[in-house]
């Protein structure tokens, strides 16, 4: 039915979240919610921060919602750190901890949710990623804010949550050419040739690429490439006119 489930563990039928086999194996609690999680409908600014989602996400890992800290998204490449007793982070579109037990959010309709782990140094961290945030390249910005909480970027563990696929996300000029003019040559391999002038673009490749600049070894990027606009049955996605949102949390065990 829907490819890329296989890579990811589904936890209810239907599904109401996944996690990552890889980041799952090596003790990182984390999720993400799908549509058939209770309550995510409204847009982020009208509710806040999904409080109450995160807090029910993180009931289902078996953590206290009472620290969990988020930021207010604002597709730029700003990092916040998370308070020690977790709350509002400020605005921002990566959020890095090195606080156990301080869940992080974020909140995504065809974005990227990328996750970033290195147990050994004990950073944990998260972004939100359209392609503003590629541009600005929040991925890696959020690798060196784990850098100088004392992560390596070749141990850091990667994921990549469901979001927009290069099948589905077709982008104008304006988009093409703010991603020539920030990231030159690279971009044209994120590109491919759409109807009318138009481009089909890969946030994917864009993201990974990034991240294999800012050191991350390739081996530790888990990416299901689970399409949101693909898959609007299990997921949300803003292109196709929902008006929810998937949660990402994770907190460092
Ligand atoms: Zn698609």
């Given at each position: ?33 799908t549509r058939h999680f209770a ?113 390596r970027p070749a141990r850091l ?97």
């Open positions: 039915m829907l490819d890329g489930v296989t890579d990811l563990v589904a936890h209810g039928d239907p599904p109401r979240y996944f996690r990552f086999p890889r980041l799952a194996g090596l003790g990182l609690p984390h999720l993400t919610t309550g995510v409908t409204a847009p982020p600014e009208r509710t806040g921060p999904f409080r109450d989602v995160g807090r029910a996400a993180l009931r289902e890992l078996g953590l206290a919602g009472d620290r969990l800290a988020w930021v207010r998204q604002v597709h730029g490449a700003a990092v916040a750190r998370a308070p020690a007793g977790g709350g509002f982070a400020g605005v921002a579109d990566a959020l890095v901890t090195a606080e156990r037990g301080v869940p992080l959010a974020i909140v995504t309709a065809d974005c990227l949710a990328i996750t970033l782990w290195d147990a050994d140094a004990g950073a944990l961290g998260v972004v939100h990623a359209g392609w503003r945030g590629t541009v600005r390249a929040v991925a890696r910005a959020a690798v060196q804010a784990l850098a100088a909480l004392g992560a563990e990667v994921a990549i949550g469901p979001s927009i696929g290069p099948c589905c996300y077709e982008v104008d000029a304006p988009v093409t050419e703010a991603l020539d003019a920030a990231h030159g040559t690279a971009a044209a391999r994120w590109l491919r040739p759409a109807a009318g002038g138009r481009a089909m673009l890969d946030l994917w490749a864009a993201n990974e690429t990034l991240l294999l600049e800012a050191g991350v070894d390739p081996a530790r990027i888990e990416n299901p490439r689970l399409c949101t606009a693909c898959c609007p049955d299990l997921l949300y996605s803003y292109r196709k006119g929902n008006h929810g949102r998937l949660v990402t949390v994770a907190a460092l065990p």
